[in-house]
Nanobody
Framework: QVQLVESGGGLVQAGDSLRLSCAVS????????MGWFRQAPGKEREFVAN???????VYADSVKGRFSISGDNSRNTVFLQMNMLKRDDTAVYYC????????????????WGQGTQVTVST
């Protein structure tokens, strides 16, 4: 059984940075494509970024150039570095794992964490 635990969320001001962590247990995260999604109140969960074997990354247009996804095999943890945060980035951020080669579709992800709240104030 794969378990994902997110951490690192918080309340920040616009322009600040945060780094989210997704600690993976049960299997090596490198066996999956790992994705970050977010869900704002009243909205559907949306794709943010993913990373697959070999370190290939994909980003949503809304975060490209500001967010960076990476993984640390020794810690079995995936990170989401978020810079130049905007009010529109306010959401609960979720980490997910899929066996698909690469997917932006939340329905392809079979394992999920509990989420971590990110709130950006202006």
């Amino acid at each position: 059984q794969v378990q994902l635990v997110e951490s690192g969320g918080g309340l920040v001001q616009a322009g600040d940075s945060l780094r989210l962590s997704c600690a993976v247990s049960g299997r090596a995260f490198s066996e999956y494509t790992m994705g970050w999604f977010r869900q704002a109140p009243g909205k559907e969960r949306e794709f943010v970024a993913n990373i697959r074997m070999g370190g290939v990354t994909v980003y949503a247009d809304s975060v490209k150039g500001r967010f960076s996804i990476s993984g640390d095999n020794s810690r079995n943890t995936v990170f989401l570095q978020m810079n130049m945060l905007k009010r529109d980035d306010t959401a609960v951020y979720y980490c997910g794992a899929t066996t698909y080669y690469s997917s932006r579709n939340m329905r392809d992800y079979v394992y999920w964490g509990q989420g971590t709240q990110v709130t950006v104030s202006t």
